[in-house]
């Protein structure tokens, strides 16, 4: 039986509720193995026919405005949620979350993703879809999915 270690885990969150339960599994698992822990934030991109709707200049100042909040968050999460237990990087980006969290593993050469789950069921699930579903169905290492606690 091949050891398996984990040099890079990929922790992909939201900043929802239902993202924090994996950030503890996240950080548990970077400290047992000593891997380097990093922390993707993926601001979703607005649909097509919402960015027709805004000009060019405008769409810019929001996206960075978007952004610069974004980083504010990641970093305030992390100080609080990691200290100094675990060293950690961090990386902010807009684009289609799915996307976006596979090509981050890439190419910080992930050897495990852990992320969240919403626990949607039914048509809700139908309609809104499911992120971690499609990084568990299209990643290529494995992928961590911890669901929330719902009371």
Not at 20 to 33: F, N, Q
Not at 75 to 83: A, I, L, M, N, Y
Not at 92 to 120: S, Y
């Amino acid at each position: 039986m091949a050891e398996i270690t984990f040099k890079n885990i990929l922790y992909a969150t939201d900043f929802s509720e239902s993202s924090v339960p994996a950030c503890d599994y996240a950080m548990t698992l970077a400290k047992l193995s000593g891997a380097e822990l990093f922390v993707l934030h993926v601001i979703g991109e607005l649909s097509d026919s919402r960015r027709s709707l805004m000009p060019p200049q405008s769409l810019a100042e929001l996206e960075k405005e978007l952004e610069l909040h974004a980083i504010k968050q990641i970093e305030q999460f992390c100080s609080e949620r990691f200290g100094e237990q675990v060293p950690y990087q961090t990386e902010t980006v807009i684009g289609l979350p799915f996307q976006e969290i596979l090509a981050f593993a890439a190419q910080i050469k992930a050897d495990l993703i852990v992320m969240g789950t919403h626990g949607r069921t039914g048509i809700e699930k139908v309609l809104v879809g499911s992120t971690a579903e499609r990084v568990v169905r299209r990643s290529t290492v494995p992928v961590l999915t911890v669901q929330s606690s719902r009371q």
